[in-house]
DNA sequence: CAAATAATTTCATAATATTGCAGAAAATAG
DNA sequence: CTATTTTCTGCAATATTATGAAATTATTTG
């Protein structure tokens, strides 16, 4: 095996799971841990990672805001993630919204799709530099370190300019009357612009979201389309049912 | 067997198998492993595979992308970086070119400097957001994969709004007669624009850089200030220093 | 066609790089 | 503080690369 292929599965696995174990990589690749310490080592070097006692964990993508939130969950935002998957097909346009369920959803994609992805995120667009046949096209503004997505003037005027096939919504609170609401003004309005972008609007959302509500209005819930989450329970998901919303 | 044959082989191998082995090859196609090396040398010279300690494997999809380019010159970059600092101060509004040189810059930024920095790099803003006191602003527009950067004329819009007290260039070639100059039309205008909108425009850029050209002109080379390099070689840096320019 | 020339390939050998291991040093957890 | 784990250091075993000379194969030219 050579030593490139060692130093491409430790990024691979880093991106996977978000740290790797010096344990781990030494049964996995059948080299010894001496070797592994030396590859993270020269990783480290090259700045792809950080290394620490025991393994390495990555260098940029999550900022501890974004970081704390990335792993709960994740089962289920894996399960909204697949789920979402299935209405994506070559040639479209997608509006991506920031968060950690779009931000799953992004990971997963098939090497072979190809898309246009418009999205406000600067770890989405981070993830599809690294995915062969997706256009990314990036929306400007101040940058929300909490979030990680820009927002403002900039960023509205150029989603105004843009007909997705696709508006995917990542989701803070979900509420039959309320709405769908967030924690932040600016953030609300740029979602809102992303849905009226959007031909067809997905919220991504897992349970624990749904009859929940916060400060600033993003949109009714009539403007969404389809509702994607993990466990469908027939009696939470009934209000948004008869109001003609799919559940999936 | 013909040398094309075998180049062939060896192409067609790395395409099915992602990396090709010296010692395999040697077997395959009945040949010592020196002519192997020597075959897969001469891809590699015409950048279509790069070649690594026992054999090869296809370089990334997006031709010498960031990735690559990260851990080159590490030490230079940090000299440069180093220089760069001092000219740093609280409350600064900075254009962040995109470049690896830049992006060393920002990776040693203080945690306790105060700066606005508007980009088009996506690495640069990812490793902002770690910062805990700078403020970023990331013009919009499509992302070049190779380059990580966003261009196109929202970009430029967004940066003809824009007044900075310095502009930092990552430069690709830079020549007396030439100027600054680099390979790609759309990136080229995006650096104009930035320069445009520094009051003090600082080019970063290792001595190896020096006296190069490529196919388009991002600026003459009396728009700039400062140049920042690793080195000051007199007799390099002469042409540069008559017309003006600083040289650090 | 054959001799001369050039290019390519192989082989032997020296230089270099990688890897694993043992033991000391350092960090961490209890 | 002690026990455990991880890291660092130097070193030996192995694998890979570089080099130069000889052998082989192609190409040119009269």
Chains 1, 2 share one sequence.
Do not use: W
């Not at 490139?4 to 049964?27: C, F, G, M, P, W």
């Not at 209405?87 to 369920?101: A, E, K, P, V």
């Not at 994609?109 to 989405?124: D, G, K, M, Q, Y």
């Not at 990680?148 to 509205?156: A, C, F, K, N, P």
Request: charged share 25%.
């Amino acid at each position: 095996m050579l030593k490139e292929e060692r130093l491409d599965y430790i990024l691979k696995k880093l991106q996977a799971d978000n740290k790797v174990l010096q344990t781990e990589l030494s049964n996995d690749l059948q080299v010894s841990e001496d070797t592994v310490r030396r590859d993270l080592e020269s990783l480290a070097q090259s700045g792809l990672l950080i290394k620490v006692r025991g393994g390495a964990i990555p260098h940029s993508p999550h900022p501890y805001s974004f970081k704390e939130r990335i792993g709960i969950h994740e089962d289920d935002k894996r399960t909204i993630a697949g789920k979402a998957l299935s209405f994506l097909h070559d040639g479209q346009t997608i509006i991506m919204d920031g968060g950690t369920s779009t931000y799953t959803l992004v990971k997963m994609f098939p090497a072979n799709l190809r898309l246009t992805v418009i999205t406000n995120s600067v770890p989405i667009a981070m993830q599809l530099m690294e995915h062969p046949s997706t256009e990314v096209i990036l929306t400007g503004g101040r940058v929300f370190k909490s979030s990680q997505v820009t927002s403002g003037l900039d960023t509205i005027r150029m989603l105004e300019k843009v007909r997705a096939d696709i508006c995917f919504l990542g989701v803070c609170s979900l509420h039959p009357t309320a709405g769908i609401t967030g924690i932040d003004l600016g953030e609300a309005e740029v979602k809102h612009s992303m849905i009226r972008s959007g031909s067809r609007v997905m919220a991504l959302a897992t349970i624990d979201k749904m009859g929940t509500a916060e400060p600033f209005k993003v949109c009714d819930i009539t403007e969404l389309d389809t509702i994607i989450t993990d466990r469908v329970n027939e009696e939470v998901m009934q209000p948004y049912l008869n109001l003609g919303i799919k559940v999936i």
